[in-house]
Nanobody
Framework: QVQLVESGGGFVPPGGSLNLSCTAS????????MGWYRQTLGEQRKLVAV???????HYAESAKGRFTISRDDVKNTLYLQMSSLKPEDTAVYYC?????????????WGQGTQVTVSS
C-alpha cells in the first residue's frame, strides 16, 4: 500500500545542480535503509547513494563528492542533492525504501524521475 513519488528531475546544463526528493504516501514501520538508484537505456539499474537507518551513508564512486543523500524520518522523505552534474549523470533516478531485515525485507520503489544533463 506504500507508494513512493519522486520529484525534482529535469533538464540541467553540465556543472549545474539539481535536488531530488522522494516521499512515501504512508508510514513504514521498520525502515532498514533508503537509497537512490539510476538507470539509463540499455543498462541495469545501479546504486547511486544509500542512507541506512542509523544515518550512515554510502555512495557510488561516481557520486562521491558531488551528491548528498539525506532524509526526513518524520515525513518519510528522501532527498538527493546533486551538484557538478555531468552528462553521464543523465538517467532515470529511482527512490528505494527497504523495510525489515533478511528474508523478510521488503523493497518499495518509486516510479522514477528523469534527469537530463546536457548543454
Amino acid at each position: 500500500q506504500v507508494q513512493l513519488v519522486e520529484s525534482g528531475g529535469g533538464f540541467v546544463p553540465p556543472g549545474g545542480s539539481l535536488n531530488l526528493s522522494c516521499t512515501a504516501s504512508g508510514t513504514i514501520a521498520s525502515i532498514s535503509g533508503m537509497g537512490w538508484y539510476r538507470q539509463t537505456l540499455g543498462e541495469q539499474r545501479k546504486l547511486v547513494a544509500v542512507i541506512m537507518n542509523g544515518g550512515s551513508t554510502h555512495y557510488a564512486e561516481s557520486a562521491k563528492g558531488r551528491f548528498t543523500i539525506s532524509r526526513d524520518d518524520v515525513k518519510n522523505t528522501l532527498y538527493l542533492q546533486m551538484s557538478s552534474l555531468k552528462p553521464e549523470d543523465t538517467a532515470v533516478y529511482y527512490c528505494l525504501i527497504t523495510a525489515g531485515l533478511g528474508q523478510r525485507a521488503r523493497d518499495y520503489w518509486g516510479q522514477g524521475t528523469q534527469v537530463t544533463v546536457s548543454s
